[in-house]
């Protein structure tokens, strides 16, 4: 996983910010699902979790059947968005359509807070907390939003990502899908938005 990857995986992201958010989700690993898991309102902690792809698409499979709520993948996208994006317990794993939807995500958040905060760091940090929580102040709480913005400019581990390049579908995928409106490219958005 490279800038190069980033940026074509979550074009509206710049590829810095995307990184910071990786690394702080799943420290760069394709296959994690989250240790928190929900079904009917009970929090339950996963205590084994997944080794390599095929065990996490087990996994994900079994918790989908029986109505757990999760999150995967590298972006640690929430099992409630799959549908919404157009994944599957398999895609999900897939580098390139996980970074794509939390792209997406993020992006989404941002053009939220541009509106209540204006363009910039403010907006950006609100985006950021949202993306964990929902909310664009609860993750200054969580400590999430000064997880995330410390990791800013910390090179990314090679050797935890996938050595594949995204395939012309999942690249597709992920731009496609995008919002028209709104973009955090790293050419179009103030300078202010990408560290």
Request: with cysteine; net charge positive; proline share 6%.
């Amino acid at each position: 996983m490279d800038m190069a990857f980033l940026e074509q995986c979550a074009p509206t992201v710049a590829p810095q910010t995307m990184a910071s958010i990786i690394r702080t989700e799943s420290a760069f690993r394709p296959h994690a699902i989250g240790y928190h898991i929900t079904k009917d309102g009970k929090a339950y902690r996963l205590t084994n979790p997944p080794k390599n792809k095929d065990e996490a698409v087990s996994m994900a499979k079994w918790l989908l059947e029986n109505g757990y709520r999760f999150d995967a993948g590298a972006a640690q996208i929430n099992s409630q968005n799959f549908a919404r994006f157009g994944m599957t317990a398999e895609t999900i794993f897939d580098t390139c359509t996980s970074v794509g939807a939390g792209g997406r995500i993020l992006t989404e958040f941002y053009s939220g807070a541009v509106r209540r905060y204006g363009e910039g760091q403010e907006a950006l940090k609100a985006a950021i907390s949202a993306y964990q929580t929902g909310s664009y102040t609860r993750g200054y709480a969580t400590g999430y939003v000064g997880r995330v913005t410390g990791f800013a400019g910390a090179p990314i581990p090679q050797a935890k990502a996938e050595a594949t390049r995204p395939s012309k579908k999942s690249a597709a995928t992920a731009t496609a899908a995008a919002p028209t409106a709104g973009y955090i490219r790293p050419e179009d958005a103030p300078t202010a938005i990408a560290w």
